[in-house]
Nanobody, 120 residues
Framework: HVRLVESGGGSVQAGGSLRLSCVLS???????IGWFRQAPGKEREAVAG????????YYADSVKGRFTISRDNAKGTMYLQMNNLKPEDTAMYYC??????????????WGQGTQVTVSS
């Protein structure tokens, strides 16, 4: 079992930045750790992820060039730096850990979520 605790959400105006943090504990070696988001009335979608073995990353097309995922292994913490935020980025953001960076049904561990709201 992996425990994930997010922080860093908030409200910003379009064009602004936020950094989300996720503290991970437990055994997640070999997993993809990353971020999904869910807007009201929409399905949860993958945003970004990084494989703990190899370090390859995944980004949704909608966030490429604006969001950056990173890790601090010493602190057991993962970050999502979000720049040039748009109103369509408004959603609940969830930290995730599991075999897949992109497929929700394969994610085996979720955080509680942190809200990001971007106003125009």
């Amino acid at each position: 079992h992996v425990r994930l605790v997010e922080s860093g959400g908030g409200s910003v105006q379009a064009g602004g930045s936020l950094r989300l943090s996720c503290v991970l504990s437990g055994s997640y070696g070999g997993y993809c750790i990353g971020w999904f988001r869910q807007a009201p009335g929409k399905e949860r979608e993958a945003v970004a992820g990084v494989y703990t073995v190899g370090g390859s990353t995944y980004y949704a097309d909608s966030v490429k060039g604006r969001f950056t995922i990173s890790r601090d292994n010493a602190k057991g913490t993962m970050y999502l730096q979000m720049n040039n935020l748009k109103p369509e980025d408004t959603a609940m953001y969830y930290c995730s850990a599991g075999p897949s960076c992109q497929t929700q049904v394969l994610v085996t561990n979720w955080g509680q979520g942190t809200q990001v709201t971007v106003s125009s």
